[in-house]
């Protein structure tokens, strides 16, 4: 078999046998075919979809590309969770916390930042000394000792899909369904959780933009699960406005412990309760009502930030900044960006925000960059919010004033101000299951 052929008849719309799906897996994961004709694949994969079964036969050839991680050594039931990818989502690191406190086991792995969204484990680094990089008994001793380890994924987990992520990264190929579904089950599957939370981000900022799409995308990621004995949810949550109001690391670390302190943004605190109960819900702990009380109290009684700082020294991170937020670096440039008429905040696009944080250098344009862990903005105003003409809507953090004044004209195309405020929208939008759909 040749990848050439296999590239062609995607091209022309032709549907993969499994057998020349495992072969390019394989051939790409021992580094036979190499990037350029993967990447040519991707892209004809892009234009020309993937069916059910293909998109199946996909995830399993590359949740098999390495090991399938055996958790049962750790007692309980393990739950995982997944974020399709949003710009200021920094929702992992206050769920996971706040599940363990709640007596569930979270062991999860996490992704770097891809396209204009971040990453769990960029963030982590963004405290000193934080590993995301741990032994296998490392990790489970942390998962057993403290309820929750989140690390990076390792060389050896799903290694097909660690080097397809990073290439699709820079070769616009991200935003397929059956890319981001094989992808992200994957890893997933193996993973070895018992169960899996999965937060479907639909609206601008997300890689999936139509909410239909969205929905179809964790239906087929529920069945996907489940037809691998998983135990499976999927939140679809709005992503149409950057969630919280820092977007950008260390920001980000900082807003997290707010959440946790019980001081954040409304939004970031009401979706992380949310994911936070179904988490607690599939670890089988109660009911929807008698979790989301669970949630709640391990956020108010300070059990959840407790978590968070035993993890994090668990994994070699400095918790004096988590306690002292103060204490992280500060950009040497700040600039502000002002509404240019005054009226409601009607849009706040969290595509184009994201695409001014790379910009300010809190991601990566090319495989490789270096983060400015710094870097990033703290939105002061958000959609539905009044402005008046010159008042500041976001502050901007980078290296350089150059760095401030692209991401400011940037901005320019992010923010829509009108006379009258927005309808409003839900955060969650739908809740998928095995076998129903709730719109709410
Ligand atoms: N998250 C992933 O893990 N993979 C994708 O393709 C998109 C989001």
Redesign the pocket.
Same mark, same amino acid.
């Given at each position: 078999m040749r990848i050439y052929d296999v590239i062609l008849k995607k091209r022309n719309g032709g549907e993969l046998s499994d057998t020349e799906i495992a072969f390019f897996i394989k051939g790409f994961t021992d580094g036979e075919i190499p990037d350029y004709q993967a990447s040519a694949l991707l892209m004809a994969i892009f234009f020309e979809g993937m069916n059910e079964r293909e998109t199946a036969t996909l995830t399993m050839e590359m949740a098999k590309s390495g090991d399938m991680v055996d958790l049962s050594e750790i007692p309980g039931v393990k739950v995982d969770k997944?974020s399709? *990818?949003g710009v200021g989502d920094k929702t992992s690191l206050i769920i996971a916390p706040i599940a363990a406190a709640c007596g569930v086991r979270v062991a999860k792995m996490s *992704?770097r930042g @891809?396209g204009h969204t971040g990453g769990t484990v960029d963030k982590m680094k963004a405290i000193p000394g934080m590993r995301t990089s741990l032994s296998q008994a490392e990790f489970f001793s942390i998962v057993e000792k403290i309820g929750c380890s989140i690390i990076g994924q390792t060389g050896n987990i799903a290694p097909a899909d660690k080097r397809l992520?990073a290439l699709?990264d820079v070769t616009a190929t /991200?935003d397929n369904l059956s @890319?981001?579904a094989s992808? /992200?089950m994957s890893k997933k599957l193996a993973a070895g959780s018992d169960a899996i939370l999965l937060d479907v981000k639909t609206g601008s900022g997300a890689?999936v933009k139509n909410l239909e799409n969205a929905i179809a995308l964790a239906r087929e990621m529920v069945a996907i699960g489940e037809n691998s004995g998983k135990r499976m949810l999927a939140l679809v949550t709005d992503m149409d406005t950057p969630l919280g109001c820092a977007i950008g690391n260390a920001l980000e670390i900082i807003e997290v412990c707010d959440v946790l302190k019980g001081r954040g943004p409304a939004d970031l605190t009401e979706i992380s309760l949310v994911l936070a109960a179904n988490m607690i819900y599939l670890a089988g702990r109660g009911t929807p009502d008698e979790c989301r009380k669970l949630a709640e109290e391990a956020l108010e009684s300070g059990a959840a930030f407790d978590k968070l700082c035993e993890m994090t020294e668990a994994q070699g991170g400095d918790v004096s900044y988590l306690n002292d937020t103060e204490k992280f670096a500060r950009a040497e440039c700040i600039g502000e960006f002002k509404a240019e008429r005054g009226g409601c905040i009607s849009r706040m696009d969290s595509e184009v925000f994201g695409t001014a944080s790379v910009t300010l250098g809190a991601g990566r344009k090319k495989l490789g960059d270096d983060i400015d862990f710094a870097a990033g903005i703290i939105l002061e105003k958000k959609t539905g919010e009044r402005a008046e003409a010159g008042e500041i809507i976001a502050r901007v953090y980078a290296s350089s004033e150059d760095k401030i004044e692209a991401a400011k004209d940037i901005l320019k195309e992010a923010v829509e101000i009108s006379d009258e405020p927005p309808a409003k929208k839900p955060l969650i939008i739908a809740r998928v299951s095995k076998n129903s759909i709730e719109r709410f």
């Open positions: 997944h399709t *990818g *992704g @891809l992520y699709r /991200v @890319l981001i992808s /992200v890689f």
